[in-house]
């Protein structure tokens, strides 16, 4: 059965740095999404991402975060300058399109970048 | 954000069905109903998802309120490996996950 795979599964970083999270969404899908979940709390929509552009973001997604699809099979999150409270899990999803976007839908979910920033 | 409202948690024992509520009261007419779960240390995963009439598919079945307000996951017999949270959404654009129903199985 497809899957979306996310890489690295931890990653650790200095405050201040910049990382990259990496995810490769099922083939077929055009939808793409990047949540967060810091430890003991909800899953938070970060940004959806169709034909190459951001389609909705969050108040959470500040010019410190950046997506791209790099190529025809990859999907990042950049974080240019990573702070303390950036420290969560990080869920790449994607969903098949379809007229009218992510209501009619399931989004597939990967399982998740661990990141902690020191 | 979609405005959804279902209780912190349930408990069910094995092997007996499982009827987890949400409440939905401000649903529009072209509203969806998903539901997700997320099980421990794992990304969220999709249930189910249904407009207007019941749903079934091979983990579950959803069944909706005639005026929409409010519908129902069932899980026919729950299982240890159902013990999870499950969050009802109405995805607008885009998915908003409130703290769900956290569900015990009681072996």
């Known amino acids: 059965e497809p899957e979306v795979t996310q890489t690295p599964s931890h990653q650790v970083t200095q405050m201040g740095q910049e990382v990259i999270l990496r995810c490769v969404p099922i083939?077929?899908?055009?939808?793409f999404y990047w949540y967060r979940q810091i430890l003991g709390q909800k899953v938070e929509f970060l940004v959806s991402?169709?034909?190459?552009?951001?389609?909705?973001k969050s108040e959470i997604f500040d010019d410190q975060f950046s997506v791209e699809r790099p190529d025809g099979s990859n999907f990042t999150l950049k974080i240019r300058s990573t702070k303390l409270e950036d420290s969560a899990m990080y869920f790449c999803?994607?969903?098949?399109?379809?007229?009218?976007?992510?209501?009619?839908?399931?989004?597939?979910f990967g399982p998740g970048t661990r990141l902690t920033v020191l | 954000d979609a405005k959804t409202t279902q209780p912190n948690s349930m408990e069910s024992n094995e092997e007996e069905p499982v009827h987890l509520p949400c409440n939905h009261s401000?649903?529009?007419?072209?509203?969806?109903i998903h539901w997700y779960r997320q099980l421990p240390s794992q990304g969220p995963e999709y249930v189910i998802h249904?407009?207007?009439s019941n749903v079934n598919n091979r983990m579950a079945s959803l069944a909706i309120a005639e005026d929409r307000k409010s519908s129902t996951l069932i899980l026919h017999r729950a299982t240890l490996r159902d013990a999870a949270v499950y969050y009802c959404?109405?995805?607008?654009?885009?998915?908003?996950f409130g703290t769900g129903t956290s569900l015990t199985v009681i072996p």
């Open positions: 999803a994607s969903s098949e399109w379809a007229s009218g976007g992510i209501m009619y839908n399931e989004q597939f």
């Open positions: 083939s077929n899908h055009l939808y």
């Open positions: 991402f169709y034909n190459n552009e951001i389609s909705e």
């Open positions: 401000t649903i529009s007419g072209t509203d969806y």
């Open positions: 249904g407009l207007t």
């Open positions: 959404i109405l995805p607008g654009n885009q998915f908003y």
